[in-house]
């Protein structure tokens, strides 16, 4: 059974900068694909970013590009989210989540989640 784990989330000023960090266990996750989702009080979970397992190729949402970086170093089987630039609205619940070969922006794509880390950014 695989397992997700986030760390790194916390509270920043706004055009600060954080690493969120997920480590994976209990499976093999070097064909997957991995991604980050976000979701905001109210709100609907969102995509943020993912990464494939095939060629590091990455993905990101227009709310985020140019700010975020996704990578991941498989030896660890640990993904990483470099945030930039933060914004009030970043303010989310962020979540690590995996999916077998394909890349998707869908939350229900994913089989696998972690169970989320605080990121607030204040204005």
């Known amino acids: 059974q695989g397992q997700l784990v986030e760390s790194g989330g916390g509270l920043v000023q706004a055009g600060g900068s954080l690493r969120l960090s997920c480590v994976a266990s209990?499976?093999?996750?070097?064909?997957?694909?991995m991604g980050w989702f976000r979701q905001a009080p109210g709100k609907e979970r969102e995509f943020v970013a993912d990464?494939?397992?095939?060629?590091?190729?990455?993905d990101y949402s227009d709310a985020v590009k140019g700010r975020f970086t996704i990578s991941r170093d498989n030896a660890k089987n640990t993904v990483y989210l470099q945030m930039n630039s933060l914004k009030s609205e970043d303010t989310a619940v962020y979540y690590c989540?995996?999916?077998?070969?394909?890349?998707?922006?869908?939350?229900?794509?994913?089989?696998?989640w972690g169970r989320g880390t605080q990121v607030t950014g204040s204005s």
């Open positions: 989540a995996s999916r077998y070969l394909t890349v998707s922006r869908s939350p229900r794509d994913y089989s696998y």
């Open positions: 209990g499976r093999a996750f070097s064909r997957d694909v």
């Open positions: 990464i494939s397992w095939m060629d590091d190729s990455t």
